[in-house]
């Protein structure tokens, strides 16, 4: 092996690594150039998330879409919820929400709706008075009250439904996933703050298309615990499955009611029949290759 030319691409790999994990880093004279890229960086930067390769649907042997829900208050689903706290992180890094949220608000997520049917789409408006609340006290300050104005926050997701599709390849020979859309799970923003109702319901706040987010998701880069010079896009983690979730419904005969809807009131048996789902699923993978 020509162990210099093997060192010399570790050395070129490492040196990479290290702008892309906060670009100028090193070269920075000043403050403000952290995290500026120059124009050759720029113009040789082709990061782009990978494209999904065609699926033919005579190629689709079998299919299930499922529904899912990423609890945030599970350790591995972390990486998604943080930080909260944008004013003490660096400018590339934010919260799945607030990702999402930006994209949306400078037009780069054009696919949102408000059912995972996507049958009615929605824009910034409908989104905003979903998040937003702007709640007059003793009259407002026409009437010499003031206004509290109440906002649906990155700490306020509780977690996110997803929908996805799993299907049996037959010219790969393989099970595989795609998601198709993700919804964050938030508080009703027109009961924040009032101290007679407490209601701790979350809900759907809207839909994304994920194939239209992916561009923004990618961007968007996720804190790597490990190792800090190669972070991790929330593209990357979702598409890998990099989380925890719960099958809360499954396409079905009975117009794809949820697993609540018919095991009521049993949250130990409503998380088993989530894990038979799951293993059907994964079981459906070996089961073609039986004859």
């Known amino acids: 092996m020509n162990w210099k030319r093997f060192n010399l691409v570790i050395i070129a790999l490492s040196i990479t690594s ?20 120059s124009q050759e960086q720029i113009d040789s930067d082709d990061d782009k998330p990978l494209p999904y390769g065609y699926i033919s649907d005579r190629d689709v042997l079998w299919s299930k879409v499922v529904w899912e829900f990423i609890d945030l208050n599970q350790k591995i689903n972390l990486p998604y919820y943080y930080p909260v706290d944008t004013a003490s992180t660096s400018n590339n890094r934010r919260s799945l929400f607030d990702t999402l949220m930006k994209g949306i608000k400078d037009g780069r997520i054009k696919e949102v709706y408000n059912d995972s049917y996507f049958t009615s789409k929605i824009g910034m408006k409908e ?10 006290i003793d009259g407002g300050e026409e009437n010499g009250g003031y206004n509290d104005p109440y906002y649906v926050q990155s700490e306020d997701i509780k977690g996110y439904r997803i929908k996805g599709i799993w299907y049996f390849d037959k010219r790969q020979g393989e099970l595989k996933y795609r998601m ?32 239209d987010a992916r561009e923004v998701l990618h961007d968007s880069k996720v804190f790597n615990p490990k190792n800090s010079a190669h972070p991790i896009s929330y593209d990357n983690l979702l598409n890998a499955r990099r989380f925890n979730s719960i099958v809360i419904k499954e396409e079905n005969l009975y117009g794809d009611r949820q697993i609540s809807d018919y095991i009521r009131g049993n949250s130990l048996f409503q998380l088993l029949e989530a894990n038979r789902i799951k293993e059907g699923i994964r079981d459906r993978e070996m089961d073609m290759w039986n004859y």
């Open 127 to 136: 989104i905003e008075e979903k998040t937003f609340n702007l709640r007059e």
């Open 18 to 37: 290290v702008t892309f994990a906060q670009a100028n880093l090193l070269n920075a004279k000043k403050v403000e150039e952290i995290g500026v890229k």
């Open 180 to 211: 198709l859309a993700i919804a964050p799970m938030g508080p009703d923003v027109q009961v924040m703050g009032v101290d007679d109702i407490e209601d701790d319901e979350i809900y759907e706040l809207f839909w994304v298309f994920f194939p």
